[in-house]
Antibody, heavy 121, light 110 residues
Framework: QLQLQESGPGLVKPSETLSLTCTVS??????????WGWIRQPPGKGLEWIGS???????YYNSSLKSRVTISVDTSKNQFSLKLSSVTAADTAVYYC?????????????WGQGTMVTVSS | QSVLTQPPSASGTPGQRVTISCSGS????????VNWYQQLPGTAPKLLIY???QRPSGVPDRFSGSKSGTSASLAISGLQSEDEADYYC???????????FGGGTKLTVL
């Protein structure tokens, strides 16, 4: 079945750029039925949607993060990626990638296990 | 401060029925469908309810969802110890042009 796996550095210095990749296995990222998204969860807090991308490359972002976020897709590798610039301690969180089944549930129906990213010098 | 408002905690004893509320506005719950997620301790969220009241395959029918106006609710009947988790509501917000989540409700099974 479809699985998502996040990867990337677990520690990022303040003011630098956080970079994560989500690898999709067991299915194609190029399916027209799905969008792919990033969601984060600071320690002990709730969920926050960061942004989403379609296989064609069209993106939409959380307005509160838009100036610092870039999400891209590499269909040849079946991956999509997140870059968050100028990070601060407030960006410390578990970062999840997820699939949104736009034509079916219109919900994030499959999630990766999450990866913890700490912003610290 | 989350766009969608949930009570921070809820509790019940095994076998009881509990409900969790999610309050929003005309730009989010009032005009879009609501999804619910269950997050067991130390794990990723799992889709529990979509389109207000639909259960994905494998979700027990003890879980049900409803929506009225700018509010939604998740009901869990026949409460079990394994239901102890955090529950989040979520929907699209037309004003923010983005997905919004509730702050989460921690359910304790006494």
């Amino acid at each position: 079945q479809l699985q998502l796996q996040e990867s990337g550095p677990g520690l990022v210095k303040p003011s630098e750029t956080l970079s994560l990749t989500c690898t999709v296995s067991g299915g194609s990222i190029s399916s027209s039925s799905y969008y792919w998204g990033w969601i984060r969860q600071p320690p002990g807090k709730g969920l926050e949607w960061i942004g989403s991308i379609y296989y064609s490359g069209s993106t939409y972002y959380n307005s509160s993060l838009k100036s610092r976020v870039t999400i891209s897709v590499d269909t040849s590798k079946n991956q999509f990626s997140l870059k968050l610039s100028s990070v601060t301690a407030a960006d410390t969180a578990v970062y999840y990638c997820a699939r949104r089944a736009a034509a079916e549930s219109d919900a994030f129906d499959i999630w990766g296990q999450g990866t913890m990213v700490t912003v610290s010098s | 401060q989350s766009v969608l408002t949930q009570p921070p905690s809820a509790s019940g004893t095994p076998g009881q029925r509990v409900t969790i509320s999610c309050s929003g506005s005309s730009s989010n719950i009032g005009s879009n469908t609501v999804n619910w997620y269950q997050q067991l301790p130390g794990t990723a969220p799992k889709l529990l309810i979509y389109s207000n009241n639909q259960r994905p395959s494998g979700v027990p029918d003890r879980f049900s969802g409803s929506k009225s106006g700018t509010s939604a609710s998740l009901a869990i009947s026949g409460l079990q110890s394994e239901d102890e988790a955090d529950y989040y509501c979520a929907t699209w917000d037309d004003s923010l042009n983005g997905w919004v989540f509730g702050g989460g409700t921690k359910l304790t099974v006494l």
